[in-house]
């Protein structure tokens, strides 16, 4: 299974090679190269923010089409709590669920329901391990992949306990093979998301060896035709919902943190946000904390770039349609889940930002990119196609760029030579002795000089290319 695997990708015709990704993306995992970017897929977290904010729909995520119902003789509908929050004035959580059977899945469970589970074995495993305080919610596949990359002293501190999509999963398949004698590989398990990580997560899972889930469908594809079904379904639909407050809140930032009960907690969203907080976190800043949530979209799940409406209106609704709700309607011993909850194997730092293979080469490797940060005017424009000037030094010393491709050092370096070469110039006129040796000089300068107009003219050439093909 490909550790790297991602589910943002590129689409080469449509880039233009634009700055707006590389300036955005939280882990630096983008350059931009002979006009088009590029995504480094060791520092990539599948956040989506490259999707977000690409003008040119360049970035897109990658997920199944809802044919993938057809292929399964039966097949579950994983809804995400996120997903009841895209319907104006849903006041009966049944109404989806009745939907998604008429469209065409056999079978719905909850993953609101699976989370009112997580909800109850995280308070259960606070009160047991309190020496790994403040324990880091490991829900959001992005944030688990941040840490595994970059904050290699949170990873005792993240929360060993399974996502409730994967939990739904595990309950899903459970049941569906009860119901139906049907062997595992003739029932289809599909998740309805808000964001692209869910899909990175279904392929390459961190804290199990294998998921569940067979597809992952986006929320904006099946959002269209719901409203169809929604309308069939009349005022009083089978009651069919498995969750209540609990399990719904998780749709958006603070609700996974709300039904542990308790006050000692922190939540934060968006991933430049998130970052802060792990920096903060490694650098022992917070005290008396039980447990820090943390969702890489704007406003939790609801901000998911899979999803369809403005996430702060989607927080809104989910509040409305919680409000006569019970407090929670999933639990432990009724659903007998405690197999599916636990991790099955332990999350490993990747040191992909390490400068060098050992502590000596990485340190040494520093040294020169600090050198190098000095030469550089320090402007961060991103013109050299990364997104500050020490990245561009760290791509120098890893040998993926050179120094003239920041455009203010060769503007410097090439006055440099005219100067040069106009005080050869000089020399020569002058008639001083060693005439044939300054001619060599200056033949070695015109060449330079040379190769690198060419080597500009060349990228231009690339990126007027690129606009052609737009």
């Avoid at 009083?236 to 308790?262: H, N, Q, V, Y």
């Avoid at 209106?313 to 007998?336: D, G, N, T």
Wanted: hydrophobic residues 35%; charged residues 25%.
């Amino acid at each position: 299974m490909d550790k790297f695997y991602h589910s943002v990708h590129l689409e080469q015709e449509l880039c233009k090679g634009c700055i707006n990704c590389i300036k955005r993306c939280p882990t630096e995992a983008i350059r931009v190269r002979g006009g088009k970017a590029q995504i480094n897929s060791k520092f990539c977290i599948d956040c989506g923010e490259c999707i977000r904010v690409c003008p040119h729909h360049a970035k897109q995520a990658t997920y199944d089409s809802l044919d993938v119902i057809k292929k399964y003789e039966y097949t579950v509908a994983l809804p995400a709590p996120a997903l009841y929050s895209q319907f104006n004035n849903l006041d009966d959580v049944n109404i989806v669920l009745n939907a998604l059977l008429m469209m065409g899945f056999d079978d719905v469970f909850e993953v609101s329901a699976a989370a009112e589970l997580v909800s109850e074995a995280t308070r259960e495993y606070i009160s047991s391990h309190e020496e790994d305080l403040p324990l880091i919610s490991t829900a959001c596949p992005s944030v688990v992949r941040l840490i595994r990359v970059r904050f290699p002293n949170l990873i005792s501190h993240m929360l060993p306990l399974n996502p409730p999509v994967e939990v739904a999963a595990c309950l899903a398949v459970e049941r569906a093979v009860k119901k139906t004698g049907l062997a595992r590989e003739k029932i289809g398990i599909c998740f309805i998301s808000p964001c692209p990580s869910k899909v990175t997560y279904s392929k390459a899972p961190l804290g199990t060896e294998k998921s569940q889930i067979d597809h992952v469908l986006a929320i904006k594809d099946v959002y269209p035709h719901l409203l169809h079904y929604m309308k069939a379904v009349g005022d009083e639909p089978a009651d069919i919902g498995m969750s209540g407050k609990i399990g719904i809140s998780w749709g958006r930032s603070g609700g996974e943190a709300g039904g542990l009960f308790t006050e000692s907690y922190l939540a934060a969203d968006g991933i430049e946000n998130v970052i802060r907080v792990l920096e903060d976190l490694e650098d022992q800043k917070f005290t008396n904390l039980q447990f820090v949530e943390l969702n890489a979209c704007n406003g939790g799940c609801v901000g998911g770039v899979l999803t369809v409406e403005n996430p702060y209106v989607a927080e809104v609704k989910l509040k409305r349609l919680r409000k006569y709700m019970p407090v929670a309607r999933s639990h432990m011993e009724e659903e007998e889940a405690e197999g599916f909850i636990n991790w099955t194997e332990s999350v490993e730092f990747e040191p992909v930002f390490n400068l060098g293979q050992t502590m000596m080469e990485s340190f040494f490797r520093l040294n020169q990119v600090e050198r190098l940060c000095k030469k550089l005017p320090g402007l961060d424009c991103g013109s050299c196609g990364a997104p500050t000037c020490k990245a561009l030094a760290e791509d120098i010393v890893r040998g993926n760029a050179r120094e003239e491709d920041c455009v203010y050092y060769l503007r410097e370096s090439l006055h440099k030579l005219s100067q040069e070469v106009s005080a050869l110039a000089d020399d020569m006129a002058a008639g001083e002795k060693g005439g044939q040796e300054t001619l060599r000089l200056l033949k070695e300068y015109i060449h330079k000089i040379s190769e690198d107009m060419s080597r500009l003219d060349k990228d231009k050439k690339g990126e007027a290319a690129g606009e052609g093909r737009e």
